[in-house]
């Protein structure tokens, strides 16, 4: 059970717009930055987003992020076959025992 | 532009320690003011994080592995390094380094099967 709650799987079709939602406490996604991450199948992952809504050098705006309190939020526009990929999002837990925790996952398939 | 590269043993039997390394290239990894970490992915499943370390060798784990792992630094060889003792089959799975600030950046991983 992962101590961040994302949806297992959404589906849109090409050029659409799908949001990944990330769900998490005070302790985590309400205190702490929040990242997210892109798996291609086979693939180490990649980071797409970091503290909450800045995109590395090389990520396209179609991918962007938001926080509210202690749920995050992924957007990806102009959906593209190859955008088909697991989605982590991940944050720091700063309870009694400090350490990382990621979402379960979110696998989105371009219909 | 940074990068980190695992290296390991690909099997390890069960009872013995997963050993793992991992080299750092394009920066030095006592120049800046970055955690280094591991974190593991078993097959078909989710991320772990299995815990971090400073230049200075400072470490913090995850809770739940905490009494199985080593984390150490070799800033002379710009590497970081995992010892996970006491492994069963639960323990197969892609095991990566990465760079640990506010957001990971992550090495290629590599598989580690736990099989007598």
């Known amino acids: 059970q992962s101590v961040l709650t994302q949806p297992p799987s959404v589906s849109a079709a090409p050029g659409q717009k799908v949001t990944i939602s990330c769900s998490g406490s005070?302790?985590?996604?309400?205190?702490?930055?929040v990242s997210w991450y892109q798996q291609l199948p086979g693939t180490a992952p990649k980071l797409l987003i970091y503290?909450?809504?800045k995109r590395p050098s090389g990520i396209p705006d179609r991918f962007s992020g938001s926080k509210s309190g202690t749920s995050a939020t992924l957007g990806i526009t102009g959906l593209q076959t190859g955008d088909e990929a697991d989605y982590y999002c991940?944050?720091?837990?700063?309870?009694?025992?400090?350490?990382?925790?990621f979402g379960g996952g979110t696998k989105l398939t371009v219909l | 532009q940074l990068q980190l590269q695992e290296s390991g043993p690909g099997l390890v039997k069960p009872s013995e320690t997963l050993s793992l390394i991992c080299t750092v290239s394009?920066?030095?990894?006592?120049?800046?003011?970055?955690?280094w970490g591991w974190i593991r992915q078993p097959p078909g499943k989710g991320l772990e994080w299995i815990g971090s370390?400073?230049?200075?060798?400072?470490?913090y784990y995850n809770p739940s592995l905490k009494s199985r792992v080593t984390i150490s630094v070799d800033t002379s060889k710009n590497q970081f390094s995992l010892k996970l003792s006491s492994v069963t089959a639960t323990d197969t799975a892609v095991y990566y380094c990465?760079?640990?600030?506010?957001?990971?950046?992550w090495g290629q991983g590599a598989l580690v099967t736990v099989s007598s």
């Open positions: 005070s302790s985590n996604i309400g205190n702490n930055y």
């Open positions: 990465a760079k640990d600030s506010s957001s990971l950046l």
């Open positions: 991940g944050t720091w837990d700063s309870s009694l025992s400090a350490y990382w925790v």
């Open positions: 394009g920066g030095s990894i006592s120049s800046s003011s970055y955690y």
């Open positions: 370390i400073y230049y200075s060798g400072r470490t």
């Open positions: 503290d909450n809504n």
